[in-house]
């Protein structure tokens, strides 16, 4: 018996010893997992507020037909081979992009991206997505698609809304885009490409910015642009134009609008905030309203010689006086230093004309303006900004 029973003490302890040890994982293996699952997430949650528009835009269709048109300059030589083929395919079957001239069925030969806004089938995208639209299809994630109108656009944000006949849509949800940080995951989703529903990833890269020059996105004219832009290395490119830029809440943070290059990591966003104001002034009454003051400006930080002549003090540098601007008729004058607007401090250009912008027309303001380095309160009348202006610096 006592050998039995020691016989199977040690056939219990080798069955022991070959047991395989449990597997435990590392908290940065688990930690990261969490961090591919909250991505899974974000693109589960937002998809659903995105859509692909396609666009018929005629008279952009026969600029692209014409080679010596100057947009060639600006394409990149591995997509000009694309045009070109396309071009070629086009007139062997008897037609240009949207057909010969005169020809009444155009042919949907732009592409961007847009997110819903409304669960009543308004949608926001860029003003240069639907530019020239003589047609407007959108297709939503689970594959129907409708036709859409143009509610109303806003050139100088780069912002437009559209309008599906369809209820119980998925509307996305805005973050405040004042507490983006610099540094925070970024996503994006759109159809690069015609690659649709496209997801890629970032960070915030910048905040801020402004005065930049576009090698996609933006209209043709170059409009004047409004706000600053929410910078990211998010991979960005042709056909993400109007689409969302989120953060891993699944909220808007911003409206992908242009790109600094291919394949560079710098793309840009209209800031959500912004994005918001416009697009219900545009759902609303099919514009967005804006006063301005009428003069040239630029940041003292960007003014080194007038910034020496003001010392430490940061504001904004009145250059001119625009003669049909309403800023003319004040005591304002060339040479002065805005430092604030109705005593809310501004230094740069962009806070200057967000805090101009939604002043009731007619109504007055008063600047804080240095004068010959002496502090002194001028009074303004802001008047609705007029519907187009060739001054790209008139605020």
């Known amino acids: 018996?006592?050998?039995?029973?020691?016989?199977?003490?040690?056939?219990?302890?080798?069955?022991?010893?070959?047991?395989p040890a449990a597997v435990t994982n590392s908290p940065a293996l688990d930690l990261a997992r969490q961090l591919n699952n909250a991505f899974i997430e974000v693109a589960e949650k937002v998809s659903p507020s995105v859509v692909v528009i396609r666009v018929a835009q005629r008279e952009r269709a026969e600029a692209?037909?014409?080679?010596?048109?100057?947009?060639?300059?600006?394409?990149?030589e591995e997509f000009r081979k694309q045009f070109e083929e396309e071009r070629e395919r086009r007139r062997k079957e008897g037609g240009g992009r949207g057909g010969r001239r005169g020809e009444k069925t155009p042919e949907f030969n732009g592409q961007g991206s847009g997110v819903i806004v409304r669960d009543d089938g308004y949608i926001l995208t860029n003003f240069h997505v639907v530019e020239d639209s003589e047609k407007i299809l959108v297709r939503l994630r689970d594959g129907r698609k409708f036709e859409a109108t143009v509610t109303g656009r806003d050139e100088q944000s780069?912002?437009?809304?559209?309008?599906?006949?369809?209820?119980?849509l998925a509307a996305a949800k805005f973050a405040d885009s004042a507490a983006v940080r610099v540094g925070e995951f970024a996503v994006a989703i759109g159809a690069p490409f015609e690659l649709d529903y496209s997801v890629t990833f970032g960070h915030v890269s910048a905040k801020g910015r402004s005065r930049v020059v576009p090698s996609f996105g933006i209209n043709s004219q170059g409009a004047t642009m409004d706000q600053?832009?929410?910078?990211?290395?998010?991979?960005?490119?042709?056909?993400?134009?109007g689409g969302p830029l989120v953060n891993l809440y699944g909220e808007v943070i911003g409206i992908n609008t242009l790109i600094r290059g291919l394949r560079t990591g710098i793309g840009f966003a209209v800031p959500a905030n912004l994005a918001r104001e416009v697009s219900a002034q545009l759902i609303a009454n099919g514009k967005f309203p804006r006063s301005w003051l009428g003069v040239s400006i630029r940041s003292l930080r960007d003014d080194e010689e007038a910034r020496e002549d003001v010392s430490e003090v940061d504001g904004v540098l009145v250059i001119s006086l625009r003669p049909d601007g309403p800023a003319i008729k004040s005591d304002l004058k060339p040479g002065d230093v805005i430092t604030a607007v109705d005593s809310k401090t501004v230094s740069t250009e962009t806070q200057l004309r967000n805090e101009i912008r939604g002043k009731t027309p007619g109504h007055a303001v008063t600047l804080d303006v240095l004068r010959n380095k002496k502090p002194i309160k001028v009074k303004v009348h802001p008047e609705l900004w007029p519907e187009r202006s060739d001054d790209k610096k008139a605020e």
């Open 1 to 19: 018996m006592m050998r039995l029973g020691f016989a199977a003490v040690m056939v219990v302890t080798a069955s022991t010893c070959l047991a």
């Open 64 to 76: 692209l037909d014409d080679m010596d048109n100057p947009f060639w300059d600006l394409v990149p």
């Open 158 to 168: 780069d912002l437009a809304v559209i309008k599906i006949n369809a209820t119980n």
């Open 228 to 241: 600053d832009f929410i910078q990211t290395d998010a991979s960005i490119n042709p056909g993400n134009s």
